[in-house]
Nanobody, 121 residues
Framework: QVQLVESGGGLVQAGGSLRLSCAAS????????MGWFRQAPGKQRELVAL???????NYADSVKGRFTISRDNAKNTVYLQMNSLKPEDTAVYYC???????????????WGQGTQVTVSS
């Protein structure tokens, strides 16, 4: 069974930094796109950053220049380095990935359980 497990959330003051990690485990043949989404109270879930298997990246305008997404394909892990954090970055952050399990003939989309990031002013 494939699963995504996130870590690294927490409470930080405005201007601080956090690094989120998300590791994919299970019987995996390959992983395509990996990304981070977030959902603040009362708001819709939104894309924060995306990285392809080849390393191309895409960011939400609100985090450009402050957040950096990266991945370690050997470890099936994606990271989100968050700098210059703002109170409006407070949300539950979710990892997402398109994964081809060894037990399947196609890609499946998976979500992590979410990790809380709280930025105090």
């Amino acid at each position: 069974q494939v699963q995504l497990v996130e870590s690294g959330g927490g409470l930080v003051q405005a201007g601080g930094s956090l690094r989120l990690s998300c590791a994919a485990s299970g019987r995996i043949f390959s992983i395509n796109d990996m990304g981070w989404f977030r959902q603040a109270p009362g708001k819709q879930r939104e894309l924060v950053a995306l990285i392809t298997s080849g390393g191309s990246t895409n960011y939400a305008d609100s985090v450009k220049g402050r957040f950096t997404i990266s991945r370690d394909n050997a470890k099936n892990t994606v990271y989100l380095q968050m700098n210059s954090l703002k109170p409006e970055d407070t949300a539950v952050y979710y990892c997402n990935a398109d994964i081809w399990p060894t037990s399947s003939y196609r890609l499946h989309n998976y979500w992590g359980q979410g990790t809380q990031v709280t930025v105090s002013s």
